[in-house]
């Protein structure tokens, strides 16, 4: 295959993180509102570009008031940085269908470089004639480095939320014409 633009498919894609909390148990959540660029060879992802743009209001950890305060000053701040971003740098084949995508994310603010782990899933044509690509990701970052930092201390010892946020990426993609 040559390198094409991909649309992503919202309706079967997903961009979904897990956290500690109280340091026993772990909180989920995804983020529905996001866009990707995307020019790739899905058969060597090497020489890809890959743009992502997720919009912070769009948060779901379904809980209404943990959301609403997620978004505020206390963490997010989508007011003020509505948006996190990851923009590609550097791609390295590191299996059959497996890379390390490396490239420059922001967040609350701050630029830092980051690497996720990521997997070609297949490609193949729906019923409609239309050539798909599956593609998943997976990667941690920690939210201290992205000046997330409100906590709280727990009477036995830890604190309320861990910093390692789980990030995992679902994406199905059209090719564009």
Known sequence: ???????????????????????????????HSFEA?????????????????????????R???RDAHLRTGDFFDAEKYPK?????SRIVKTGEG???????????GVTRTETFAVTFEGSGTDPWGNEKAGFSGQGTIKRSDY????NAALETGGV?????????????AAKQA
Do not use: C
């Open 1 to 31: 295959m040559s390198k094409t633009k991909w649309a992503v498919d919202p309706t079967h894609s997903s961009i979904d993180f897990t956290i500690r909390h109280m340091m026993i148990a772990k909180v989920k959540g995804t983020f």
């Open 37 to 61: 660029q995307i020019e790739a060879d899905p058969s060597n992802l090497t020489t890809a570009n890959i743009y992502f743009s997720i919009d912070i209001v769009s948060i779901d950890t």
């Open 63 to 65: 809980n209404q008031d």
């Open 84 to 88: 996190m971003t990851f923009q590609s």
């Open 98 to 108: 497996e890379y390390d995508v490396t490239g420059e994310f922001s967040l609350h």
């Open 147 to 150: 000046g997330l930092t409100y």
């Open 160 to 172: 309320l939320i861990g910093d390692e946020v789980k990030v995992s990426i679902e994406i199905e």
